[in-house]
């Protein structure tokens, strides 16, 4: 049972456009929300989080919008930029619990 | 700071053999965890530990072992090696549990 979704395992965007990756989460009680960034042959990096008090977090050129009602939240890249291919993975938590649940990833690429 | 290091970063093994993969961090975090990541299946917990002498299961746990003998060490065993083992191992350590921090991975092949 996937309680994380990335239903899209890739995306393709033009350099200077807007990249909006997806993630759907089926558990109710996650109520904490990371996007990590990884390149080939290297650990995931930690991108950006969102608590669930909130719908938007951003951070630079980053930014995380959580539709709780929906079960969806969504990573916008603007502007995207050939150092953003990468994979994305989206991970969820329930506060107090040690464990992230991880998504399968999208990878993003950045055309030039 | 080194971060989170794993050693070692490539490894071939024959099924049944046993090998143990090391994970360090030099952050003094409490928590540690072990993962594997294969094609289309993100990445999986294997086990994770909350602090020193600690361990506990986590997603996919079967055929695997764990030591946290210092809070910096985190041990990962392979008993009898499987091919169903073959795979990419992340070790991450985290303060509070969210933000985890994770090593450049052992690509590891079973066959």
């Known amino acids: 049972d996937q309680q994380v979704k990335q239903n899209s395992p890739s995306l393709s965007v033009q350099e200077g456009r807007i990249s909006i990756l997806n993630c759907d989460y089926t558990?109710?009680?996650?109520?904490?929300f990371l996007w990590y960034k990884k390149y080939p042959a290297e650990g995931p990096t930690f991108l950006i989080s969102?608590?669930?008090?909130?719908d938007k977090n951003e951070d630079g050129r980053f930014t995380v919008f959580l539709n709780k009602s929906a079960k969806h939240l969504s990573l916008h890249i603007v502007p995207s930029q050939p150092g953003d291919s990468a994979v994305y993975f989206c991970?969820?938590?329930?506060?107090?619990?040690?464990?992230?649940?991880f998504g399968t990833g999208t990878r993003l690429t950045i055309i030039p | 700071n080194a971060g989170v290091t794993q050693t070692p970063k490539f490894r071939v093994l024959k099924t049944g053999q046993s090998m143990t993969l090391l994970c360090a961090q030099d952050?003094?975090?409490?928590?540690m965890y072990w993962y594997r990541q294969d094609p289309g299946m993100g990445l999986r917990l294997i086990h994770y530990?909350?602090?020193?002498?600690?361990?506990a299961k986590g997603e996919v746990p079967d055929g695997y072992n764990v030591s946290r003998l210092k809070k910096q060490n985190f041990l990962l065993g392979l008993e009898s090696a499987a091919p169903s083992q073959t795979s990419v191992y992340f070790c991450?350590?985290?303060?509070?549990?969210?933000?985890?921090?994770f090593g450049p991975g052992t690509r590891l092949t079973v066959t």
């Open positions: 991450a350590s985290s303060r509070r549990g969210y933000e985890q921090y």
């Open positions: 558990n109710s009680m996650f109520d904490y």
């Open positions: 969102i608590s669930s008090i909130k």
């Open positions: 991970a969820a938590s329930v506060s107090g619990n040690e464990k992230l649940t």
């Open positions: 952050m003094n975090h409490e928590y």
């Open positions: 530990s909350v602090g020193e002498g600690t361990t």
